[in-house]
């Protein structure tokens, strides 16, 4: 098995205009899939993330970033095990707020060091 | 005699419902050049055939075979419209094939099926749908309700699944000798999956559930005599039918879910929890996986002679070790309500406040309705109404919410 970090994004915009109902169901959709991963071994943990922080690099100490101006921006992760880099994608393929799209996800490999 | 149309259409729905899926993989693995979706077309099209001929000429006496055949000319028609011409089908003895159908519920083909189905490209969860549908012989409906999806879903599953065989050109084939030992994991996960959706107290006492389970398990048994089983095999078989022998006594008179403490433990089918040790003994002297620890917890659940005299400090050592082995949010839990009744209420009650402020666990029903019942048992009957109102937005069960509302009235009294 190998780990991967399943990046959410989302229209900001989009996302702000959907009513509390709406907002309740989805979750409940994706709890019940977090459950199945859960449930076959691939779920390792996860969380939402606020759409506006800081940025910091070496010529700006702090400003808002530039992800505010983004249409899209990185509402959550969920960090997960697969047996490969197909599996993973094939499991985000099926994340019910991808199917309705709402959101795209970016699968990517966490790369393993060894100890050896 | 020519039989009335009536009794053709059912003639053809039951062997449609038994046979869909034999005859797929039947056609699957007597040619390679034809992929799953012609395979398909190929078995609806002869069923579609055998409902307009047998109108006019009533059912013949071989009605399996007679499909067969069809399905078998309409292959051979479409190798040879192909570039490359190969007599697949000519040395098959088909009518061996035909009786063999018949003869047991599984066979080596459906074994072959099973792990052609464990592609470790696709999601657990379209692994569970394929084998639900090619293996299982579910109707997309069937597996819509199983599932908790649309129609249009698990349609969607299966049109993206065939896609994705086509484009990447997974063949489904028996893996060779190596290739089997290496899918052995996955295949114990779509039994594992198929006999949880199966036995998920939420739909009630649905007679297709049980089915599933049933599925799950004989499925598991073929693979436990094929030989290619393992260790784990045999403790994913004595979890099973630990749990199965519980079956009974987990609804009421009226249909409704009753709890551990409330079953007649009576009702426990005792045969099944002797012959699920032998499985247990079966699993010792390999790695320890994951599920001898679940076949063990529910081994204990079977041993005890009531509710309180559970050894619950011995299933919560289990659980936490569950837990090294594969943390989950979810076990975390279980593991949290063992350690309640063995005690260790101020422990519990920390893990679960805990697990509240993980994003999906605080939506989560049975999170809500454990800590409700806590709450209920330590006499804080605000806070557990409180739980209670969550857990009842959170569930669409309606089983579960007679169980969860008689509880709140409890209170009231």
Redesign the interface.
């Known amino acids: 098995m190998e780990n991967f970090l399943l990046l959410i994004r989302e229209d900001v915009k989009k996302e702000s205009l959907v009513s509390e109902e709406e907002f309740d169901a989805n979750?409940?959709k994706?709890?019940?899939w977090?459950?199945?991963l859960?449930?076959?071994?691939?779920?390792?943990?996860?969380?939402?993330l606020k759409t506006t922080g800081r940025y910091v690099g070496k010529d700006y100490i702090l400003s808002d970033g530039p992800f505010i101006e983004a249409k899209e921006a990185i509402s959550?992760y969920i960090f997960i095990q697969?047996?490969?880099i197909?599996?993973a994608a094939?499991?985000a393929?099926?994340c019910p707020e991808v199917?309705d799209g709402r959101v795209v996800i970016e699968v990517r490999p966490i790369i393993e060091i060894d100890n050896d | 005699m020519i039989d009335t149309s009536e009794q053709v259409q059912q003639k053809v729905n039951h062997l449609y419902k038994s046979h869909y899926g034999k005859m797929v993989s039947s056609l699957l693995y007597f040619s390679q050049s034809i992929d799953l979706e012609s395979a398909e077309d190929l078995v609806q099209d002869a069923f579609t055939a055998a409902l307009l001929h047998w109108r006019e000429d009533g059912i013949p006496s071989n009605p399996a075979g007679w499909i067969f055949k069809v399905c078998r000319n309409k292959a051979l028609n479409k190798i040879k419209q192909g570039e490359k011409v190969r007599g697949f089908f000519e040395n098959e003895d088909f009518d061996g094939i035909e009786t063999k159908f018949s003869e047991s519920p599984i066979d080596d083909q459906q074994l072959k099926l099973l792990f052609a189905c464990a592609q470790p490209d696709f999601s657990p969860k379209v692994q569970v749908v394929i084998t639900l549908k090619y293996v299982v012989n579910l109707k997309v409906e069937a597996i819509a309700k199983i599932l908790a999806m649309s129609i249009d879903g698990v349609d969607k599953l299966l049109l993206r699944a065939r896609q994705k065989i086509r484009d990447e050109k997974i063949l489904f084939t028996e893996p060779d000798i190596f290739f089997l030992k290496y899918r052995i994991p996955i295949v114990h996960k779509i039994i594992y999956l198929i006999f949880n959706e199966g036995y998920k107290s939420s739909w009630g006492k649905e007679i297709i559930r049980e089915e599933l389970c049933e599925d799950a398990l004989l499925m598991n048994k073929a693979l436990l005599e094929s030989g290619i089983g393992n260790k784990e095999t045999a403790a994913l078989h004595a979890m099973m039918l630990f749990n199965a022998a519980r079956f009974k006594a987990r609804f009421g008179s009226e249909g409704e879910l009753l709890d551990l403490e409330q079953q007649d433990r009576s009702l426990w089918n005792r045969e099944l929890i002797l012959y699920a040790s032998k499985f247990m003994s079966d699993s010792q002297g390999g790695p320890i996986s994951s599920y001898h620890y679940e076949a063990a917890i529910a081994y204990l659940h079977c041993m005890a002679k009531d509710f309180r005299s559970t050894d619950w400090i011995s299933i919560s050592k289990l659980y936490h070790q569950l837990l090294e082995n594969s943390p989950n949010p979810f076990v975390e839990m279980n593991y949290a309500i063992a350690l309640y009744y063995s005690g260790q209420k101020q422990k519990s009650l920390d893990i679960l406040h805990q697990l509240q402020q993980k994003p999906f666990l605080n939506q989560y029903y049975l999170l809500n309705a454990a800590l409700g019942k806590i709450n209920l048992l330590e006499g804080n009957y605000s806070k557990a109404r409180t739980y209670f109102t969550k857990t009842l937005q959170q569930t669409d069960s309606q089983l579960e919410k007679d169980y969860v509302q008689k509880l709140v009235d409890g209170m009231e009294d």
Do not use: D, H
Request: proline fraction near 3%; glycine fraction near 10%.
């Open positions: 979750i409940q994706m709890t019940k977090v459950e199945e859960a449930e076959s071994g691939n779920y390792i943990s996860g969380e939402p959550g697969a047996e490969n197909n599996q094939a499991i393929q099926n199917l």
